[in-house]
DNA sequence: TTGACATAATTAGCTGGCTAATTATAATCG
DNA sequence: CGATTATAATTAGCCAGCTAATTATGTCAA
């Protein structure tokens, strides 16, 4: 993601928008310190677990494996909820599994099936970062109010049923017709 | 930056916060929504880009640059604004020069110093990107009000001098006494 | 039953970020 | 002056994602 150290001040708002009259200025203004802000607490987050030698992909994949019953998985479906394809998740894993904190189960009935258990060493790894991470983020989340958190999330949902506009085909601007764009 | 496209539900939440009292469970969904919402802008971000034969990184130094009287700069200020290293600028640097959006010009007084210009066709690719994106991000936005837009800056602030809860040290949880963490 | 297709995991190779080392040049101080 | 230090950009090589291809296995229908 996009590390924006440089966030546009009234002057270059003013310069964009003069030049670009389709310049939403709060809007753009609001989305940019979105960004920028995201960016900052997944660095954040990182340098948390990384003290605990993980980085947010393994990390993840110990939550969701936590979550299961018996703490059992499969790497396909793992790969599907934490966002990341077959083959990272293979290498996620593979890692892992280099550090003892999950086992590769081999299926007997379909050969091509592996199954991914918690260890012991993985619940206990999850048991000290776990803490640590809540009390940071509780910490790191303690001047905004309930009533806050309230409306960032239903401002997020807004944003998250906008995000499709960006994908919206746009041939005022781009100049391709349509009709190209939907066939792409 | 991780993609979470499973948040935890209710049932998962209260198991992790029965197993770690530490947690503060509107604050983790607040945050894990706002991680999975930005991620989703900013690759919704780079698939309005990527029409236009751009990527964030590149997208941004034109824009760095065009901010700029004469539309100039050096490396080593764009990477600073832009939040990359300079290695990484220097490539930045290299992919916009061979497709001619941007020049190197070679300073006479200090051999050491190199200048970058945005060239007509970099500005031309701005004018073409610009009101697309500014486009599809103000119908991103469209349902967020301006009050909205405006407790999203401040709860974002709040955010912002938060983030510092995360490097902190954390005697307590580690195990590490603080003293040692401060020398690291 | 066997050929075509489907599915699961992995491997191979690409990309864009990074840090550390290198090259070139300038500035400073004994 | 000339050695040391500082600065600017680049190069070299690492890492974590990705897609596409591969390997292995299972399913189904002619």
Known sequence: MLQLRDLPNKAVLDKFSGRYPEADVSAVTAFLHLLRVATDLSAALDSCLSRHGLLQGRWWVLILLMREDQSISTPSVLAEKAGVSRATMTGLIDG??????IARLFDKE??????????????????????????????????????????????????????????????KTTGIPAVHQAEA
């Not at 806050?148 to 807004?158: H, P």
């Open 110 to 171: 379909d050969r091509r099936r592996v199954s991914i258990q918690l260890t012991a060493a993985g619940q206990a790894k999850l048991d000290e970062v776990m803490p640590d991470y809540y009390t940071r983020l509780r910490l790191c989340m303690d001047s905004v109010t309930e009533a806050e958190r309230d409306i960032l999330n239903t401002i997020l949902v807004k944003l998250n049923a906008g995000v499709s506009a960006f994908s919206i085909p746009n041939n």
């Open 96 to 101: 892992l599994e280099r550090d003892g904190l």
